[in-house]
């Protein structure tokens, strides 16, 4: 997938800084992953959410997949989606719903302290 299509993943005409070309391999991945299965709006927050958490922690990405299957269960609980599982997204993205439960655990931390600082 082409490092544009990302770009239109996220929003209309904002372009999307990667410190990372891993961190850029996990959001077209992501994107890949989670194309039919969701809509275009659920997708760019995906992307969107992964972009501001690696600008802000820097994480150190071993497997692209962790991190996208991490990022797709923070979304499918936000809207509430109880048939996604950590079972299936391992299956899915090649890794271990262990590790999965490491990231999500991050990314959930990440997402309740930038509420707390928007509030």
Request: net charge negative.
């Amino acid at each position: 997938m082409p490092a544009a299509a990302v770009e239109e993943a996220c929003s209309a005409g904002e372009a999307l800084q990667w410190n990372d070309p891993l961190y850029e391999q996990v959001a077209r991945e992501l994107t890949e992953g989670m194309t039919g299965r969701y809509g275009d709006e659920e997708i760019r927050s995906a992307v969107a959410l992964w972009n501001d958490f690696t600008i802000r922690t820097t994480p150190a990405v071993r497997k692209t997949g962790v991190f996208a299957a991490a990022v797709e269960f923070c979304i499918a609980q936000k809207l509430g989606s109880a048939q996604v599982t950590k079972a299936a997204l391992a299956e899915r993205y090649s890794v271990s719903t262990s590790t999965i439960t490491s990231r999500v655990n991050q990314l959930t931390e990440f997402m309740d302290t930038q509420l707390a600082v928007s509030v």
